[in-house]
């Protein structure tokens, strides 16, 4: 489906991440926003309380805390908008039981973490990368999400059409992983007319009243969606429920239910996995990262090749579900590994899992407050080739 | 459809006191007692016989006192009682 | 008459109450596929729902635009048993997510009904900040006076002096005085009555559901099975009993002084009911002042 061309910002402007990261979402669809400001995040919802009320059908709410705003947008989904909220470390983990809510209620909706230096208030101007593992494990109890991580404005706004994308398809929430850097950096984005922007909309049933189940899902692990009002008086809790969504409280219906989310990330993975690869083929050494800390590295690619070390970038776009197979494939071919990322080690781990002790990986791990030193990734990327052999 | 009929002036009609049929959901009833208790017209009693969750629901004793009022209906947490006008079907 | 016929069916005597055939008139209004409920001989709860079960009858509204959004406790299963698009959600944030499901669509008629714990201790930031924005939501708050679900825990609705298991000597905290609370952050409609007076409680959420803007109607409902034996009380029809002694019905009385104390009369009634304008009614205002014809009012 083609987008609304009543909230695509046609045209080339000059606009920092945030900005970028709104424009994104209005062209996706999204109409309905609660915020609550945090920096360095403000500026998203800044930027959507002034589109919305020239927008049909938008609005925007700033509510009381973060722990209202990430449950008022799964009230919004159920009444038929598309929603996202915004906010950055300390609001992620307040809304931690919301995600958690959303993911075992199915309710696609879109979660903006504009990572900074943390942990607890941290570095509220200064970037970070560390929200990684919480984005993916933050919430109580198994479940599974997707993560996306931009590395420039302009994939501020092509991604968070993605992001919604991807939540529409797998009923899911997703966690849009910016960090500050990339939000508050002003660079050329070049915003395409609504005809040429491709927008997945939401899977509603076909079903009558009385035949139609909530929770049955389909050939793809997912339900199709119905809303608020149009007649169907379903229930929904976040309670394990069968398939009528009626709390059915036993571990059966919990492994026909909970094993169902799991499974809809994981064995659709494939066709989520997303990433960027740069010189990869006949490298020797392969430097794995995400956001901010991938364009440093890329400079960090040319030192290292400038001492003769064939070395290649593989880029996550989506974090999560992490590409295992790509990473165990690179470490079968006997390539080191550089885990290059704002934080003490988090993906990092992942990598680690996926190499299966075939490969050295190294991390080239910084505590977040300023980005990497291009020598410092240089210098982990010959550590790695040093092991290597 | 209004069952009474208000006083016409000269006594051309008398006011009919309304009378109601009791319907009693015996398995879905807890034994709470509040229907029994405050019937104003204390048509209710508690029975001695049990349902199957091993509870006395209630059981009429004047049936002939009932005025379709309403007010065990609505005070039933387990809808299990109710009345109505037999001749318009009226339930309060 | 088709009544008349299914009883001919069951062939009734008309002099003896035998039990008819197995469906109550407001069986349509329940998910009668999960019945029996939940709560115990004797809890309020029941009682409230068969009230707003009569209430929306009163009201007229399509049961498809009714919407019922409840947290967690006892009465926060509520949600699981009326038959209208109905949210089970998280502990304290049933209000956040009724302003969502209201904002993004204003024809809904949403409703919150949920526990004293729920609302106003955990939700309480929630609760506070919708009154004063006046989302036009209508909140039915179940007043047992403790945490009923995990076993009987104290609130901040209990009164000074219970008994609970986390006060296993009694508390000393004064509770919230409930209709204080709600008028003073902005209420346009507050009410408070108990489980016997089943009339009055339906009455006023028809007049709450009935009227735009942030409405509060606190019950105060028995717990036999956990407030009322950790006070050695009885049952619950024992605290109905004493609810028909010690409770004045004093319609707009001051809030201020309707606070709630141990073995001492509450006080009920109607005390709040002004017009306000709501949320959605004052974005629309301040939009058209500001941005003139190019403003279209929002309308979902």
């Known amino acids: 489906m083609k987008a609304d061309p009543r909230g695509v910002l046609t045209g080339s402007h000059y606009i920092d991440g945030d900005f970028a990261c709104c424009e994104g979402a209005l062209a996706a669809g999204c109409r309905f926003i609660a915020g609550y400001p945090i920096t360095p995040s403000t500026e998203i919802v800044e930027r959507f309380a002034r589109r919305a009320p020239m927008i049909e059908g938008a609005l925007f709410i700033q509510m009381e805390d973060e722990l209202a705003a990430s449950i008022a947008i799964q009230g919004a989904v159920w009444a ?12 992620f983990s307040l809304m931690m039981e919301h995600i958690g809510l959303a993911a075992m209620t199915e309710t696609p909706c879109v979660f903006v973490d504009v990572q900074r230096g943390g942990p607890s208030t941290g570095l509220p101007t200064l970037p970070g990368q560390a929200d990684m593992m919480q984005a993916r494990w933050g919430s109580h109890g198994d479940y599974e999400i997707i993560a996306l991580s931009p590395n420039s404005p302009q994939e501020c706004f092509d991604l968070t059409i993605e992001a919604f994308n991807l939540a529409e398809q797998y009923r899911v929430p997703v966690m849009f992983m910016m960090d500050e850097s990339v939000g508050h950096m002003m660079e050329r984005v070049v915003i395409p007319s609504a005809d040429k922007i491709e927008v997945t909309p939401r899977r509603y049933t076909k079903l009558p009243p009385g035949e139609y189940l909530p929770f049955k899902p389909a050939d793809d692990l997912v339900p199709d969606m119905f809303k608020a009002g149009d007649g169907y008086r379903l229930h929904v809790t976040g309670l394990t429920h069968d398939f009528r969504g009626y709390p059915d409280m036993n571990a059966e219906v919990q492994e026909q239910l909970v094993h169902r989310l799991v499974n809809k990330i994981r064995l659709n993975a494939p066709k989520i996995w997303r990433y960027e690869e740069i010189d990869v083929k006949d490298a020797d050494v392969v430097v794995v990262t995400f956001g901010i800390t991938s364009r440093l590295a890329i400079d960090a690619l040319g030192l290292a090749r400038k001492q003769g070390i064939k070395v290649g970038m593989l880029r996550l776009i989506v974090a999560w579900p992490f590409p295992e197979q790509r990473i165990t494939e690179l470490a079968s071919q006997g390539k080191a590994l550089v885990m290059a990322e704002m934080n003490y080690g988090q993906l990092f781990f992942e990598v680690e899992r996926c190499a299966r002790g075939k490969v050295p990986v190294v991390l080239a791990g910084h505590g977040g407050g300023a980005v990497h030193k291009v020598e410092d990734i240089a210098e982990k990327i010959m550590e790695a080739y040093r092991c290597r052999s | 459809m209004p069952v009474r009929q208000r006083e016409k002036p000269f006594g051309l009609a008398k006011p009919e006191t309304p009378h109601g ?3 009693i959901l015996e398995e879905r009833c807890k034994g709470c007692g509040f229907c029994v208790e405050y019937c104003p017209h204390h048509v209710l009693i508690v029975s001695k016989k049990y349902n199957a969750k091993g509870y006395h629901p209630p059981g009429v004793m004047r049936a002939e006192l009932c005025v379709n009022c309403g007010f065990c209906r609505m005070i039933c947490p387990e809808f299990a009682i109710y009345t109505y006008e ?4 009226e339930k309060p | 008459m088709s009544v008349l016929n299914e009883l001919e069916k069951a062939s009734l005597s008309p002099s003896a109450g035998q039990t008819g055939p197995e469906k109550h008139p407001m069986d349509d209004f329940m998910r009668m596929d999960r019945m029996p ?8 709860i029941g009682v409230s729902v068969n009230c707003f079960a009569k209430a929306l009858e009163k009201c007229g509204t399509p049961l498809d635009e009714v919407v019922v959004v409840s947290g967690i406790g006892c009465t926060g299963r509520v949600a699981g048993y009326v038959k209208v698009d109905s949210f089970h959600t998280t502990h304290g944030r049933a209000i956040p997510f009724a302003t969502g499901l209201k904002l993004a669509n204003p024809k809904l008629k949403v409703i919150v009904f949920s526990g004293d714990g729920d609302l106003v201790a955990i939700g309480g930031n929630h609760f506070l900040n919708a009154a004063r924005r006046n989302i036009d939501l209508t909140v039915i708050c179940l007043n047992n006076s403790n945490y009923a679900m995990t076993g009987g825990q104290l609130a901040s609705t209990t009164p000074k002096g219970s008994v609970l298991t986390t006060s296993p000597f009694g508390s000393f905290e004064e509770p919230f005085n ?30 709450a559901i009935k009227k735009p803007g942030f409405k509060f109607i606190e019950i105060l409902a028995p ?3 956990i407030y009322e034996r ?8 024992d605290r109905l009993r004493w609810y028909c002694d010690n409770s004045d019905i004093r319609n707009g009385a001051n809030t201020k002084d309707v606070d709630i104390r141990l073995n001492e009369r509450v006080i009920v009634g109607t005390f709040v009911d002004t017009e306000r304008p709501t949320y959605l009614e004052s974005m629309n205002a301040q939009y058209k002042e500001k941005l003139g014809d190019r403003y279209k009012p929002y309308e979902g």
């Open chain 2, 21 to 23: 049929e009791i319907v």
């Open chain 1, 80 to 91: 038929g908008k598309k929603a996202m909220t915004v906010t950055s470390g300390p609001g």
């Open chain 3, 230 to 237: 950790q006070q050695k009380f009885g049952d619950g029809l």
């Open chain 2, 86 to 89: 037999p001749k318009t079907g």
């Open chain 3, 178 to 207: 409930l209709p204080f609370l709600a008028e003073s952050v902005g209420a346009v409609y507050v009410a408070r009555w108990t489980s016997l007076h089943i009339y009055n409680q339906t009455n006023s959420m028809v007049e």
């Open chain 3, 37 to 44: 409920h939940i709560w115990c001989s004797t809890c309020g």
């Open chain 3, 223 to 225: 717990c036999p099975t």
